[in-house]
């Protein structure tokens, strides 16, 4: 069947317009997966490869911090970056327009950006797939690569993934101009581990998602180049390959081959043993339900946490009670070590739900400034400095160096390690793992967060909400004025926004006096004002 064919007289039910308009929004498409435009997305990954001369180019299945029962998609582009607006705009025309102008919409793209060629008539294309561990990505990989079937495109499935592990894939791919191995991302942080010298088991909540097979990733090939003999690197030059080669051939454990049966050898103590990825754990659940995970309800110490996707990380600590270490606190002791090694601009990306103290305090060392929700805009802002730091409240973030040599052993090695990520926490957890080690200093308390937090209430339509450019509330009226007649009485800070992931409505409050009962005020409203569903806006204190 030809393509004009397949995507006009015979168009399938799976590339259908969508029953309500969809929107692109930070992470992509999220719902649940038998609403999800898998195929009209996909052509778009298609069409941008092809009109890119065949660039390699990501599709993640992936819902992150949402319910297992959701699954998403979203795009990454030839550099390893989220699509621009531009192509965002490109991909939501694609995925609403009509059936009967699907071919043709599809045309116009093609041909204004593929040197006026029919759409299907052009370089072949690389698409790259990576997914969650959702059992719903399975199904999901495999509607994508039947509708390839019919063009000239070639699709290499990663199976399970991180998110910034794709991006990473894809950025290399393309920098090299040759497929690299999924095994590639391990081995970039075992090289810093094995400069950091880094011996200190650290305990992990993968919250039951991508983590627990990245970070036992990371594990087998610290023990295949012999890393925990006895403290010492025994292993060869080959190991590495060795293990690959045994892995593939099914033969037994590798590591458990080269070093015995002790399989207790490890940097990573994975805490997680089975459950629904972010059911009750993960980094979000800690931040907003300010719990320890439900699976370590005799937790004890330090621990790291990512979310599902692993794009997010943040440290928790239960001794008397649970505190935990957010992407603010993170982002000031990699500022403050940064300006003490370097001698160049230095620049911090903040949210705007950044605490306010964080941001004071990050400005007694560099140049401070808080920009949109969205990690894009955190990447494009940090580009502007030398070396610029960002990350939001939530832990996901990086760091951009415009240089490749900074003349230090080592910071250059450092340098390495970020140089193809893309706002990859595991970066940041792994330099913090080494100045925790090198630099204790650093983690003490360095500022006193102003009291804050943060609620989301379900709604039916979080798009009821409308902010302006600085986050104020312009619609629904009546919620702007209710949050008018707060602020009124309190000082402080108060942001809601609709998500542009999943039906909530977020609000978030900082302020130096009744905090709780502020912000609990707003969600109130919010449930009343703009169609809340389920229970009613609550705070637990257990």
Known sequence: MDIKSLLTKNLPSTLKKPSSTLHYGTSGYRDIPSKLPISRTTLCAYMRSSTLAG???????????????????????????????????????IVNCEDNTFYSELNKVHRNYGNF????????????????????????????????????CSVVDYGVVSTPQLHYLVACSNKLNMLVEKERYFDMFVDFIRFADLREKVKVDTSNGVAGYVLSGINERLCAVGYFDDGKETGSENTAKQFDDEKEHGSANACEKEHGTDMKQELFVITNKDGEVNDRCGAQYIQYEKEV???????????????GDMDRFIYFTVNDGLTYMDGDRQASILVRYLSEKVNCRIGCVLSDYSNSAAVNYVGKYCEAVRVRTG???????????????????????????????????????????????????????????????TRPALFEDTYVPFPSRMLQVSVADPTVVVNSENLDVLEPVALKNVIGNIMKNEKGKVFVRPSGTENVIRIFCEAKDNVDVMCLTVAQAVYDICGGVGKHPEISYV
């Open 117 to 152: 060629r029919q759409f299907g008539d052009g370089p072949k294309a690389n698409i790259m797939v990576g997914r969650d561990t959702r059992e719903s990505g399975v199904k999901l990989v495999e509607e994508i690569v039947e509708l390839m079937g019919n063009f000239n």
């Open 55 to 93: 660039k390699y180019i990501g599709i993640l299945l992936t819902a992150s911090h949402n319910h297992a029962r959701d699954n998403g998609i979203k795009l990454v582009d030839h550099n390893g970056e989220m699509f621009d607006h531009t192509w965002e705009t490109i991909v939501n025309k």
């Open 293 to 307: 995970p439900c699976h370590l309800e005799n937790a004890k110490g330090l621990y790291a946490s990512f979310d």
């Open 375 to 437: 990690i894009k805009n955190f990447i494009k802002k940090s580009k502007e400095y030398d070396i610029g730091v960002y990350n939001e409240p939530n832990g996901h973030g990086g760091i951009f160096f415009g240089k490749e040599d900074i003349g230090d052993e080592e910071i250059n090695k450092i340098i390495e390690m970020y140089r193809d990520c893309v706002a990859d926490p595991l970066a940041n957890f792994l330099l913090l793992e080494y100045l925790r080690k």
